[in-house]
């Protein structure tokens, strides 16, 4: 995949939709609208509203595929999705503390996302195997969350087929949790 990633071009959104401003920072989005995305579903103290508006762009469109990506620990997207209403969920722990959560009481996001979308999860070593890789064959620092759809890619349970769009936000995380996340190497001598 480290051949196939292209840098995002921050602060430089090219929006093909409502909600799609990530996905297209993410590189040449072509004219067909032809991709596939993968992003981090989210619960608990940040809600998933940019996934869903980029649902509702791709459920316009009808060839775009959105796969959302929970911490393993922490199911509470997919369960509300599986249920059509939000549902709690035990909430693990894990180091990428911008995934795990429950949604809000009344939020709509079942109901947007599961017509739409495709969930996955990745674990912890999947997401650190992630920042490794967007340190070491690209420079860049994310949090473990924003991580997480790298993650599902390296790991297997995203499809690279066609054109594939990883959406990559977050930078929220200490020196010493990114350090301890990457194994402590950050290839500085």
Same mark, same amino acid.
């Given at each position: 995949?480290?051949?196939?990633?292209?840098?995002?071009?921050?602060?430089?959104?090219?929006? *093909?939709?409502? =909600?799609?401003?990530?996905?297209? +920072?993410? $590189? &040449?989005?072509? /004219? %067909? !609208?032809?991709?596939?995305?993968?992003?981090?579903?989210?619960?608990?103290?940040?809600?998933?509203?940019?996934?869903?508006?980029?649902?509702?762009?791709?459920?316009?469109?009808?060839?775009?595929?959105?796969?959302?990506?929970?911490?393993?620990?922490?199911?509470?997207?997919?369960?509300? *999705?599986?249920? =059509?209403?939000?549902?709690?969920? +035990?909430? $693990? &722990?894990?180091? /990428? %503390? !911008?995934?795990?959560?429950?949604?809000?009481?009344?939020?709509?996001?079942?109901?947007?996302?599961?017509?739409?979308?495709?969930?996955?999860?990745?674990?912890?070593?999947?997401?650190?195997?992630?920042?490794?890789?967007?340190?070491?064959?690209?420079?860049?620092?994310?949090?473990?969350?924003?991580?997480?759809?790298?993650?599902?890619?390296?790991?297997?349970?995203?499809?690279? /087929?066609?054109?594939?769009?990883?959406?990559?936000?977050?930078?929220?995380?200490?020196?010493?949790?990114?350090?301890?996340?990457?194994?402590?190497?950050?290839?500085?001598?």
């Amino acid at each position: 995949m480290a051949d196939r990633v292209r840098r995002a071009r921050p602060h430089a959104p090219r929006p *093909v939709g409502p =909600g799609a401003g990530r996905a297209a +920072e993410a $590189g &040449d989005v072509p /004219a %067909d !609208g032809r991709v596939q995305g993968a992003g981090r579903a989210r619960g608990g103290r940040r809600a998933p509203g940019g996934r869903a508006g980029l649902c509702l762009w791709a459920r316009e469109r009808g060839d775009v595929r959105i796969v959302g990506v929970e911490s393993a620990v922490s199911r509470g997207v997919s369960a509300s *999705v599986a249920a =059509g209403r939000v549902t709690r969920v +035990e909430v $693990g &722990d894990t180091f /990428a %503390d !911008g995934l795990p959560g429950n949604l809000e009481p009344g939020c709509v996001t079942p109901e947007v996302i599961g017509r739409t979308a495709e969930l996955t999860s990745v674990t912890d070593d999947q997401i650190r195997a992630g920042l490794r890789l967007l340190f070491h064959e690209h420079g860049l620092v994310a949090e473990g969350a924003g991580a997480a759809a790298v993650a599902a890619v390296l790991a297997g349970k995203v499809e690279a /087929a066609g054109r594939l769009v990883v959406v990559v936000s977050g930078r929220n995380i200490t020196v010493p949790a990114y350090t301890a996340a990457i194994g402590g190497d950050t290839g500085r001598h």
